[in-house]
């Protein structure tokens, strides 16, 4: 599996030691240190899934999942899982409310733990199919 992940974290230890796992399992991943970092990145990133951090300077979590699903829309069969400790059910119907499509609370999840949950909602999204131009052969995904 080589699916592009965003890990949106602002702390580098857990940014990096989240990002080792996902790159050992085979996935291409980039760190943004924030929300503002982020919205830079998926321009030029495209990916499949991004892991959000809530609690970060400069563009909370909260703030950049509304950009994203606002202003990215070739990025809306994408999945943005919310990753942080902020676990209330308030914060988690907030995130859904803006377009998360799922929620780790980060003190309850290993990095192997992430891996598997962003496996099980991969298989779930649909994948492209490869078609050919019917007039010229070329071959693309749609």
Do not use: H
């Amino acid at each position: 599996m080589n699916e592009n992940i965003l890990i949106v974290e602002d702390d580098p230890v857990i940014a990096s030691m989240y990002a080792g796992k996902f790159e050992r399992e085979g996935f291409t991943v980039k760190i943004a240190e924030n929300g503002i970092a982020a919205t830079t990145i998926i321009g030029s990133f495209f990916p499949k899934v991004i892991l959000m951090d809530m609690m970060m300077p400069t563009m909370n979590g909260f703030e950049t999942i509304a950009v994203i699903r606002k202003l990215a829309p070739s990025l809306e069969d994408s999945k943005i899982i919310v990753f942080s400790n902020l676990s209330s059910e308030e914060d988690r119907s907030k995130a859904k409310e803006l377009g998360a499509d799922g929620y780790l609370v980060k003190a309850e999840t290993t990095p192997a733990a992430a891996v598997a949950y962003v496996r099980k909602l991969l298989e779930w999204m649909p994948q492209p199919k490869e078609c050919t131009c019917p007039n010229c052969g070329f071959r693309f995904q749609a």
